[in-house]
């Protein structure tokens, strides 16, 4: 009953439509995605391979919600300082630059599944993942960083920092993003190191975890009816054995 729950959840929510801005998982983590859905035990509910965004906020909101900020930038590959120039002139209010690292949220059939993808994830230097457990039972892997960067450079639509500055903080965000991508290759290795393993375990308790079936058979069987392997090991045949005889015998099918 587990296991149907569990596989009701990962088709209800592979199926539905993606509702991010871009529609789509993002190329650096597509193979991941992909590696992860195929295994009975996992299914992602949702995933950023890491972006730079610039974002516009309302003046009165310290804390900037999607639906109070309008997107000036965003770009999930290195960016250049004409990228973020261009967005901060549409700038009306409160724009702040950010480097958002990759995420990934896992639900998972079992705790130990869950504690498995938690070690890959914090040994690939994900150090900020965590596990929760839903009041539905439902239990989330969660593949974060604190390898964060937010600045503000604008307030009421001007601008507050110099070109140089700039220059500076793209640099920055720039190797943030290599790291970053560094950093999802060595998940990826790690995760395939990891499941690869599991799966061939699962496969082989299957496998042992049938019920065998026993047929009585009667079958008549002759002595001197040997295998090539067997022959040196059997010693030639009598008179008195060679007739047939009949034995039963239990075949495991």
Same mark, same amino acid.
């Given at each position: 009953?587990?296991?149907?729950?569990?596989?009701?959840?990962k088709? +209800? $929510?592979l199926?539905?439509? %993606?509702?991010s801005?871009k529609?789509s *998982?993002?190329?650096?983590?597509?193979?991941?995605? &992909?590696?992860?859905?195929?295994?009975?035990?996992?299914?992602?509910t949702?995933?950023?391979?890491?972006?730079?965004?610039?974002?516009?906020?309302?003046?009165?909101?310290?804390?900037?919600?999607k639906q109070?900020?309008?997107?000036?930038?965003?770009?999930?590959?290195?960016?250049?300082?004409?990228?973020?120039?261009?967005?901060?002139?549409?700038?009306?209010?409160?724009?702040?630059?950010?480097?958002e690292?990759?995420?990934?949220?896992? +639900? $998972?059939?079992?705790?130990? %599944?869950?504690?498995?993808?938690?070690? *890959?994830?914090?040994?690939?230097?994900?150090?900020? &993942?965590?596990?929760t457990?839903?009041k539905?039972?439902?239990i989330?892997?969660?593949?974060?960083?604190?390898?964060?960067?937010?600045?503000?450079?604008?307030?009421?639509?001007?601008?507050?920092?110099?070109?140089?500055?700039?220059?500076?903080?793209?640099?920055?965000?720039?190797?943030?993003?290599?790291?970053?991508?560094k950093?999802?290759?060595?998940?990826?290795?790690?995760?395939?190191?990891?499941?690869?393993?599991?799966?061939?375990?699962?496969?082989?308790?299957?496998?042992?975890d049938?019920?065998?079936?026993?047929?009585?058979?009667?079958?008549?069987?002759?002595?001197?009816?040997?295998?090539?392997?067997?022959?040196?090991?059997?010693?030639?045949?009598?008179e008195?054995?060679?007739?047939?005889?009949?034995?039963?015998?239990m075949?495991?099918?």
């Amino acid at each position: 009953m587990e296991g149907d729950t569990f596989q009701q959840w990962k088709n +209800q $929510c592979l199926s539905k439509c %993606d509702l991010s801005k871009k529609g789509s *998982v993002d190329h650096d983590i597509s193979h991941i995605v &992909s590696f992860i859905n195929s295994h009975d035990q996992y299914f992602t509910t949702s995933s950023c391979s890491g972006r730079m965004i610039l974002i516009d906020g309302v003046s009165d909101c310290p804390d900037v919600q999607k639906q109070n900020c309008s997107w000036l930038f965003v770009t999930h590959q290195k960016c250049q300082n004409k990228d973020v120039v261009t967005g901060l002139e549409k700038s009306v209010g409160e724009a702040t630059f950010k480097f958002e690292p990759f995420v990934l949220h896992v +639900q $998972c059939k079992h705790l130990e %599944d869950a504690q498995l993808l938690h070690t *890959v994830a914090i040994n690939s230097g994900f150090r900020n &993942s965590g596990i929760t457990v839903g009041k539905k039972g439902k239990i989330i892997m969660a593949v974060r960083s604190t390898h964060c960067l937010e600045v503000p450079l604008s307030h009421r639509g001007k601008v507050l920092i110099s070109d140089e500055y700039l220059d500076f903080l793209v640099g920055v965000a720039n190797e943030k993003m290599e790291e970053n991508l560094k950093r999802i290759e060595r998940f990826n290795d790690c995760l395939q190191a990891a499941l690869q393993p599991q799966q061939q375990i699962r496969s082989l308790q299957e496998g042992t975890d049938k019920k065998p079936v026993y047929r009585r058979r009667r079958k008549r069987v002759q002595v001197n009816s040997v295998t090539d392997c067997d022959s040196q090991s059997v010693k030639e045949p009598t008179e008195s054995n060679q007739k047939e005889m009949d034995c039963d015998l239990m075949f495991l099918s």
